[in-house]
Nanobody
Framework: QVQLVESGGGLVQAGGSLRLSCVVS????????MGWFRQAPGKEREFVAT????????YYADSVKGRFTISRDKAKNTVYLQMNSLKPEDTAVYYCARGRSGYSSTSYAGYDYWGQGTQVTVSS
């Protein structure tokens, strides 16, 4: 069974930084794209960023482009999300997920295993 565990969330002031981590157990990450999504209260879960299985290709939502960086360490079975210049509108629960081959990288349906989420709160 695949398990994903996120960590690194917390409370930060606007303009600050956080780095989220997602450790995957049960299966290696090697052949799967990985993604980060977020969900704010009263809103739908939205795509944030994705990284290819090789780590060589990334894609971001327009709202975070230039501020967030997704990366992966296959040796550690870990995916990261470095978040800089945080804004109050980035406040949400952040989820990492394992991608499904042949599905859209930006769609919720494109991922089959999800972590429990980590809360990020950005104060103004």
């Amino acid at each position: 069974q695949v398990q994903l565990v996120e960590s690194g969330g917390g409370l930060v002031q606007a303009g600050g930084s956080l780095r989220l981590s997602c450790v995957v157990s049960g299966r290696t990450l090697s052949y799967y794209k990985m993604g980060w999504f977020r969900q704010a209260p009263g809103k739908e879960r939205e795509f944030v960023a994705t990284v290819s299985w090789s780590g060589g290709s990334t894609y971001y939502a327009d709202s975070v482009k230039g501020r967030f960086t997704i990366s992966r360490d296959k040796a550690k079975n870990t995916v990261y999300l470095q978040m800089n210049s945080l804004k109050p509108e980035d406040t949400a629960v952040y989820y990492c997920a394992r991608g499904r081959s042949g599905y859209s990288s930006t769609s919720y349906a494109g991922y089959d295993y999800w972590g429990q989420g980590t809360q990020v709160t950005v104060s103004s």
